[in-house]
Nanobody
């Protein structure tokens, strides 16, 4: 059984940084699609970033390009989301997901596993 556990969320001032981690346990060596989605209060869940852990291809939502960086440490089986220059509109619960195939998608049903989420609050 695969489990994903997010961590690293918290309260940060506008302009600050956070690094989220998604630690995967179980058999995930053949899971190549990893993503971060977020859900703000009263809004739909939206895609933030994607990485193909096989070839390193990444993708970002327009709203976070140039500020967020997704990466994966295959030895540690952990996916990271480095978030810089945070804005109040980045406030949301952030979820990581994993799927076997490496094609880019933010569609939730295309993922096999999801974590429980970690809260990020950007406020002064």
């Amino acid at each position: 059984q695969v489990q994903l556990v997010e961590s690293g969320g918290g309260l940060v001032q506008p302009g600050g940084s956070l690094r989220l981690s998604c630690s995967a346990s179980g058999f995930t060596s053949n899971y190549y699609g990893w993503t971060w989605l977020r859900q703000a209060p009263g809004k739909k869940r939206e895609g933030v970033a994607f990485i193909n852990s096989g070839d390193g291809t990444t993708d970002y939502a327009d709203s976070v390009k140039g500020r967020f960086t997704i990466s994966k440490d295959n030895d540690k089986n952990t996916v990271y989301l480095q978030m810089n220059s945070l804005k109040p509109e980045d406030t949301a619960v952030y979820y990581c997901g994993a799927r076997r195939y490496g094609g880019r998608t933010y569609t939730e049903t295309m993922y096999n596993y999801w974590g429980q989420g970690t809260q990020v609050t950007v406020s002064s």
